[in-house]
């Protein structure tokens, strides 16, 4: 390394460094505090590194610096991406997932381990669509976005439905069809299925091509003209083999309101009614971007816990636990007399199951009631949200928990100690 290269590095850091400090002095507030010049000259050069190359080189005539072009762009993407960590900004972007009251600093460092600050914005017309960072903990991925129009009815407010079926993320093709083979086979690798049938189900689903992962469904506030999105759906990770870091387009064409075929009204069902009222943004719109890798679920196997809850005997086998999740694998003693399913059950006999399946998934939510982590700490929930059938049962974490800190989980007012299971990390 020539002096000059010394003398400019050190520059570029210690010039980066003084306006980080300036950031950390106003950390309470919500957006950076950095200066205007810098936010200007940031958006060039992240917006068009060329241009901004052949702009400070002074015209064509010179050669462009472009060794100098990536040290400045990487130092401008670090500082956003630290400021990110020690402000909590990721919480900010992602206050569903919660925040530990006690400890929001950890809470904030397991959601930047397992995010992508993006911060990426794009313009059609009289809207601004800017996505800001995404969440991935191996099995969901959230976003964070907002979606800037005057045009946004009045009536659009938290919480409403909206028609978004033209919007939704999309895998990179070549790891869209990584992702489609892993997950087909999968599927049926169960059946004994050959590998020709099993190739031909793949090539089936691949001819449908890409239909998108999930959709946005509601706004989780609004503030003037700007709607706030926090939205997820679903993406597991071991579907991918080669695959580390999925790349993802959020593509936007259409929002609007729903209406109603029938009476030409305005409809809060976006379950049966699938054409919009009043678009109010029209795309298309494109962001690309790669997520980070995910803190991965950790998975125990081996467990043999019996309980009962609710005059109903389980036996639980496994656990999953992921940064947002506690899953539990069980097994249910259903009623001696009960039917088995069939087509030749009369309507008593399907009520009597169903009641009967209804009856075990009510009491297993009883049993997951919480975890303690590596410090002692008891995380109770019993009162978060649930959901599972068919023999897994999960419940939420109120705020993220990286899942190597997990030493129990309680079933039932049982502690079942992980030390003593096999532990699988996918």
């Not at 580390?244 to 936007?252: A, D, M, Q």
């Not at 009623?335 to 009520?351: A, V």
Request: aromatic share 10%.
């Amino acid at each position: 390394m020539t002096q000059f290269d010394m003398l400019l590095r050190r520059a570029l850091m210690d010039a980066n460094l003084a306006q980080y400090q300036r950031a950390l002095q106003n950390a309470e507030a919500k957006e950076p505090d950095f200066s205007p010049g810098y936010l200007r000259e940031r958006m060039r050069l992240l917006a068009d590194p060329w241009e901004w190359g052949r702009r400070r080189s002074g015209g064509r005539g010179r050669r462009l610096n472009w060794r100098l072009i990536a040290i400045v762009a990487a130092l401008l993407l670090l500082s956003a991406c630290a400021y990110a960590a020690v402000t909590g900004q990721f919480s900010q972007w992602f206050p569903r997932l919660g925040v530990d009251p006690k400890a929001p600093e950890v809470s904030e460092e397991v959601l930047s381990r397992t995010g992508t600050a993006i911060e990426q914005s794009q313009t059609v017309g009289d809207t601004t669509v800017t996505l800001h960072a995404a969440v991935w903990d191996g099995t969901n991925v959230w976003v964070s976005m907002d979606i800037e129009s005057p045009n946004i009815p009045e009536e659009v407010q938290r919480y409403t439905p909206l028609y978004m079926a033209d919007c939704r993320l999309l895998l990179r093709d070549d790891q869209w069809e990584e992702y489609t083979r892993n997950r087909v086979k999968e599927s049926i690798a169960a059946t004994g299925a050959s590998p020709e049938q099993i190739e031909e189900d793949i090539q089936a689903e691949l001819a449908k091509g890409q239909v998108g992962l999930g959709g946005f469904l509601m706004p989780e506030e609004r503030e003037g003209n700007t709607l706030k999105f926090q939205e997820n759906t679903f993406l597991e990770a071991r579907w991918f083999t080669e695959t580390k870091r999925p790349e993802l387009t959020l593509h936007i064409e259409r929002v609007g309101t729903y209406v109603n075929d029938s009476e030409g009204q305005a409809s809060v069902n976006p379950f049966t009614d699938i054409h919009p009222g009043v678009v109010f943004v029209e795309g298309p719109f494109d962001l690309t971007f790669t997520l980070e890798e995910p803190i991965l679920p950790i998975h125990y196997e081996g467990a043999d816990v019996e309980v009962t809850f609710m005059d109903i005997p389980f036996r639980f086998t496994g656990f999953d636990l992921s940064t947002t999740e506690l899953s539990a694998d069980y097994e249910a003693v259903n009623p001696e007399d009960l039917p088995e399913p069939g087509p030749d059950l009369s309507p008593e006999e399907n009520d009597r199951r169903f009641r009967a399946t209804a009856a075990v998934c009510l009491a297993v939510e009883d049993g997951v009631r919480g975890l303690w982590t590596e410090d002692g700490t008891y995380v109770d929930l019993s009162n978060s949200e649930s959901s599972g059938s068919g023999g897994y049962a999960s419940r939420r974490y109120p705020y993220p928990i990286d899942p190597a800190t997990v030493t129990a989980v309680d079933i039932g007012g049982t502690r079942v100690e992980l030390g003593g299971l096999e532990r699988l990390e996918e």
